[in-house]
């Protein structure tokens, strides 16, 4: 009988070996997985890096957009032109103002060479400037910087464009050179007008010299939605101030605006950010040092995604000199204005001082002329006489007029001397004795002869003349006119006194004022021209004194000449 045990266990070994075989094949599928689930995780955790990594650099590339048109809008801001060059002098970037300095089209400067340009460049003297002069190609050659360079740029239709240049040599990738035009046509014109004024005031200044170095500009970027601003140097060098002692610039911009233009300026901000409209304006600054600057602001909003507004960027310059050459304009205007009063003051002198005594001289000669026949010849001698003298008189007035006259168009010369006063009215009484005889007046004189004092004669007797004219003028027939001197420890007190018409107190305010011409008929219907007191004021003040009126309606007036002593040693 066969044994089954071999049989059985050879099943055994088979099926232990094909145990093994299964378990060995188990082992392979599980490194198969995990070798499926490794590589589908490292899929899985790079499609996640590139997902962060695009969202990382879109924010980058966000950022770059944001300073790209932030640097673009300063960029076209500027009020300057410029102009960035490479090693061959090719235009690789200009702003808009270039065009328009050189009245080239600026697409066309980006296919030119700006050394190939036919500029006709000159010097302020009117000579011509060569290309190997030009200083923008001496910086390139030299590798200097070149600043404030002043030349013109004459254009195809005959004018002339004022630029200040300064050339910047650098070597960054590509860049060679960066050229700064600054247009400043207004300000020649401005010393041409300058030079214009002083000629029309028959120079009575010396031209000044006015060389403005370029404007100093600032850049600013004000973060609406944190009300903070950040400056650029030019700012803090603007504002005169250090960097590392301001915290919040904003708060400095502010604190810093002149009381009277903070309102205005402030308002203007707002409308910019509300219309969304180019900010543009002008106001002043106090500095820490209490001096006061003009500042002319331009700025224009950055919006979000949303167009809502972001941020305002913008640029400052400094407008100081400008404002004062415009008032240096605006007094030299003043001073021919002035000019023109002191003319027509002299013609009012010479019609209100020599009528008088020409028709004294017209009355006696006419008078002559009718009864020659009729008069002896020692009466007709002693009407020559009076003839002679106020002819003489009246020359020396003349004379005086012209003198007084040439002093006005180098400003009046205060000359004081010691005069007799009682000597001085006595010549002077001459010229007004036919018209107060005329009218039946009778003229006192109250002062001791040998009273003295200092004074300009010329002044002073334009000034006692005028006032007894006025006297004679207003007083009525069969009146009298006192005029008396006394002295006090502090001044000299000479009154002019008449029993005439009067004045009201509103009239007697007008009497001085240049801008209220009181006119006035005598009581024999005498004319003026209303200027005389003007002149007597002005002259009193020479002296430091005053002219004090005393006036009542159908009682007369009083005319007080105050001159100090001190002010006439």
Not at 323 to 329: D, E, M, S, T
Not at 414 to 435: A, D, G, R, W, Y
């Amino acid at each position: 009988m066969e044994k089954k045990i071999p049989i059985i266990n050879d099943i055994k070994q088979y099926d232990k070996k094909c145990i093994e075989e299964l378990k060995s094949e188990n082992n392979y599928l599980k490194q198969k997985i995990e070798l499926l689930e490794f590589e589908l995780n490292r899929e899985r955790q790079q499609k996640e890096f590139y997902k962060n990594d695009n969202l990382e650099r879109q924010k980058v590339e966000e950022e770059l957009g944001e300073f790209a048109e932030k640097y673009h809008n300063l960029f076209e801001l500027a009020p300057v032109g410029i102009a960035i060059l490479d090693k061959n002098g090719c235009f690789l970037e200009c702003n808009r103002d270039i065009a328009r300095l050189f009245g080239i089209k600026r697409e066309l400067l980006y296919q030119r060479n700006f050394f190939d340009l036919d500029l006709d460049v000159i010097r302020k003297d009117g000579s011509h400037i060569s290309k190997q002069e030009w200083a923008s190609l001496r910086a390139m050659k030299e590798n200097t910087l070149i600043e404030n360079t002043e030349e013109g740029i004459v254009k195809k239709d005959g004018k002339i464009t004022w630029i200040n240049i300064t050339a910047v040599p650098c070597n960054i990738k590509n860049i060679r050179e960066i050229i700064i035009f600054q247009d400043i046509t207004k300000r020649i014109e401005t010393e041409k007008e300058k030079e214009k004024a002083e000629k029309e005031i028959i120079r009575l200044k010396e031209r000044l010299e006015l060389a403005l170095q370029s404007a100093k500009m600032g850049l600013w970027d004000w973060d609406l939605r944190n009300n903070y601003k950040t400056w650029d140097k030019g700012m803090f060098s603007l504002y005169e101030m250090d960097k590392d002692s301001v915290k919040n610039a904003h708060e400095i911009w502010e604190d810093t605006i002149h009381p009277e233009d903070k309102n205005h300026c402030i308002n203007k901000l707002k409308k910019t950010i509300h219309e969304g409209k180019e900010h543009d304006t002008e106001f002043r600054i106090i500095l820490s040092n209490g001096n006061i600057k003009y500042i002319k602001s331009f700025g224009k909003i950055i919006r979000d995604k949303n167009g809502n507004p972001e941020r305002i960027v913008g640029i400052n310059y400094d407008i100081t000199e400008s404002k004062n050459h415009l008032r240096q304009l605006v007094s030299y205007t003043e001073e021919l204005k002035e000019a023109n009063i002191i003319k027509d003051k002299f013609f009012s002198i010479v019609a209100h001082d020599l009528k008088g005594p020409f028709t004294v001289l017209m009355s006696y000669v006419d008078l002559i002329q009718k009864n020659i026949y009729n008069k002896k010849i020692h009466d007709i001698r002693d009407d020559l006489k009076i003839i002679h003298k106020v002819a003489q008189n009246t020359y020396s007035l003349l004379e005086n007029l012209l003198v007084w006259a040439g002093a006005q168009t180098k400003g009046i010369k205060f000359n004081p001397e010691q005069i007799k006063l009682f000597e001085l009215i006595e010549e002077t009484l001459i010229l007004m004795e036919s018209h107060a005889i005329e009218k039946g007046i009778k003229l006192f004189i109250e002062i001791d002869k040998d009273y003295s004092m200092s004074a300009d004669k010329n002044m002073l007797q334009t000034v006692i003349r005028n006032i007894i004219s006025n006297a004679i003028k207003f007083t009525y027939p069969n009146g009298e006119v006192r005029i008396s001197a006394k002295s006090s420890k502090d001044q000299h007190l000479i009154s002019i006194k008449d029993n005439g018409t009067g004045m009201e107190k509103e009239d007697i305010e007008k009497l001085f004022k240049i801008d209220q011409k009181f006119h006035k008929y005598g009581t024999k219907e005498e004319k003026g021209t209303g200027l005389g007191l003007i002149i007597c004021k002005e002259f009193i003040e020479k002296h430091g004194g005053n002219i004090l009126v005393e006036s009542k309606v159908g009682v007369g007036s009083n005319f007080k000449i105050a001159i100090p002593k001190e002010m006439c040693l």
